[in-house]
């Protein structure tokens, strides 16, 4: 099992923190600074079953600033992703073939 994790976000560690306490120690990967590449957003998106739309912040300064109000394509929407990490939504939870948002941190039981 693996969680995208930011430890300065709250579900995250929330998210985390629940994994835990239910036994698993997944692998945590700091996205924010071990960016994910294309092929591996593309992946996440498959196993969440979402367009990358659905995987960006939209509240995030870096969204309002540079993309509020665009036509991207989804290929856009990923680069915007992989330039700005602090724009893919979090906790992402991964087991196998599934993956889940930890919002809310509840979410991750679903893939134990």
């Known amino acids: 099992m693996k969680i995208y ?8 560690r929330q998210t985390l923190a629940l994994l835990q306490d239910h036994g ?13 590449s294309h092929d591996e957003l593309q992946s996440l998106l498959t196993k969440l079953g979402i367009s990358p739309l659905q995987l960006i912040r939209k ?10 109000g665009k036509e991207l394509s989804d290929d856009e929407l990923i680069k915007a992703m992989i330039a700005h990490p602090k724009l893919i939504e979090r906790p992402i939870v991964v087991k ?9 941190p509840e979410n991750a039981l679903e893939l134990l």
């Open 5 to 12: 994790h930011n430890p300065r976000c709250a579900k995250s």
């Open 24 to 36: 698993v120690e997944p692998e945590v990967i700091l996205y924010l600074s071990a960016i994910p």
């Open 59 to 68: 509240g995030e300064a870096i969204w309002k600033e540079n993309f509020k």
């Open 96 to 104: 196998g073939q599934k993956a889940v948002l930890g919002r809310p």
